[in-house]
């Protein structure tokens, strides 16, 4: 029922089908997203639901982030089981490769108060931020979705960029962490023990994406990355490009470090849950650590861009998914943080072990010590960005 490794992540800023030159241009490129034209208001820009008379609706996502029969490809389990259910033909479609890349499809659509031909689109928090910041989505009718507002844990409610839970539903989470290969490697339990023991020096790689890599630094210096200065974010930076010089770090990547991972290759990194829970189905060596001075959470988020037609029909898949016992059936294929409370239990049914896994079911101790990245304005954005692909070489 497990996915493969994928190869594109959900998270970096420098993965998916960009390479570092074109993001550059598409970081220049974005330098002016926050401009008046590109702003939108809910009053300037009023969407139509037509759910009531067209049972559709069309669902971007990204690749491999939907159950899929183990016998038939072409079947989605649970998508299927919610078009028999609710008349609702879904039009599924895994076009989100990379954030920023989605970002270039859609932003002169949103931008002009156009329709982008999605009335659910998969983003990570920073960008669903950023899409928000420019009115871009839709505000969701909290009563058509009673099993978000009754089942969303606890740690992923009140984000900083959707306080009152208007506007962003997670799909699946998970945490940015430590890993390493205990065939060739001691235990690790700190983000400074990566950044500077000796036996580690040149076999270690950090994350390409910045909130996490940068979120990590900043608890292991004792700062909130929720909430944290200018100051604080340079401290942190430098500390990481002490490692850098000193080649500590070998590389920065984005999930593929993990095929390096696990043939030795590198022996400790920062890296994603998900990814390290499917390499420890293969090699129990591979091992996922929860930082002493905290972790990383993230989500990618249900979204109803501006001019989606079906936010009904969007509202009643979003409910679906929050029911736990097919929140459960989903999380057995994709392995990242199920958001919904129950579906525990309802694992238990499935899989037990998968059930008793920390890394898909985190326990109230490991949610106490993660943390979700500050949302940041056009500004810091652009700031912070700049300052970390210069130390990480992009």
């Known amino acids: 029922m497990r996915s493969p490794l994928r190869p594109l992540t959900r998270r970096g800023l420098l993965t998916g089908t960009l390479g570092s030159a074109a993001l550059l241009a598409t970081a220049g490129a974005l330098t002016g997203c926050g401009t008046k034209g590109a702003q939108q208001t809910e009053a300037g820009c009023k969407s139509d639901d037509l759910s009531a008379t067209e049972k559709k609706l069309a669902f971007a996502n990204w690749p491999q982030y939907m159950d899929v029969d183990e016998k038939e490809a072409s079947k989605r389990p649970t998508l299927d089981a919610f078009i028999a259910k609710s008349g609702i033909q879904v039009t599924y479609t895994e076009d989100v490769n990379d954030n920023n890349e989605f970002f270039g499809k859609v932003q002169n659509q949103l931008a002009g108060c156009q329709t982008t031909g999605r009335d659910i689109m998969v983003l990570t928090d920073w960008m669903a ?6 009115g871009w989505i839709q505000k969701l009718d ?3 979705i009673p099993n978000v507002e009754a089942n969303l844990l606890p740690s992923l ?10 506007l962003a539903v997670p799909w699946q989470s998970g945490l940015a962490g430590l890993a390493y290969n205990a065939k060739v490697a001691k235990e690790i339990r700190t983000v400074d023990e990566l950044l500077t023991r000796p036996d580690l020096k040149g076999k270690v790689t950090a994350l390409s994406e910045m909130r996490d890599t940068m979120g990590l630094l900043l608890q292991s210096n004792g700062h909130d990355p929720a909430k944290f200065t200018a100051a604080q974010f340079d401290d942190a930076l430098n500390k990481l490009k002490k490692a850098v010089d ?7 990547t984005g999930n593929d470090y993990a095929p390096d991972l696990a043939k030795g290759d590198i022996a400790a990194c920062i890296g994603w849950s998900g990814d390290v829970v499917q390499l420890g189905f293969e090699d129990e060596k591979i091992k996922f650590v929860v930082p002493d001075s905290g972790v990383m959470l993230w989500s990618d988020n249900m979204l109803v861009p501006n001019k989606a037609t079906h936010k009904a029909n969007a509202e009643e898949l979003m409910n679906y998914y929050y029911d736990p016992a097919v929140a459960a059936k989903l999380a057995a294929y994709v392995n990242y943080i199920c958001p919904v409370k129950g ?3 309802e694992m238990e049914k499935i899989d037990p072990d998968l059930a008793a896994n920390p890394l898909i079911f985190p326990d109230e101790a490991m949610l106490s010590k993660s943390k ?3 949302a940041l304005d056009e500004k810091q954005e652009k700031e912070y960005e700049a300052k970390f692909q210069q130390v990480i070489g992009a």
Do not use: E, N, T
């Not at 931020?129 to 420019?134: G, N």
């Not at 009140?158 to 306080?163: G, K, L, T, V, Y």
């Not at 000193?246 to 920065?252: E, L, P």
């Open 157 to 166: 409610r009140s984000r900083s960029f959707d306080p009152d839970g208007q």
């Open 142 to 144: 909290k009563a058509k």
């Open 372 to 374: 979700v990245f500050m």
């Open 246 to 252: 000193s080649k500590q770090i070998r590389k920065f």
């Open 343 to 345: 579906a525990q239990a």
């Open 129 to 134: 931020a950023r899409m928000i910041r420019l």
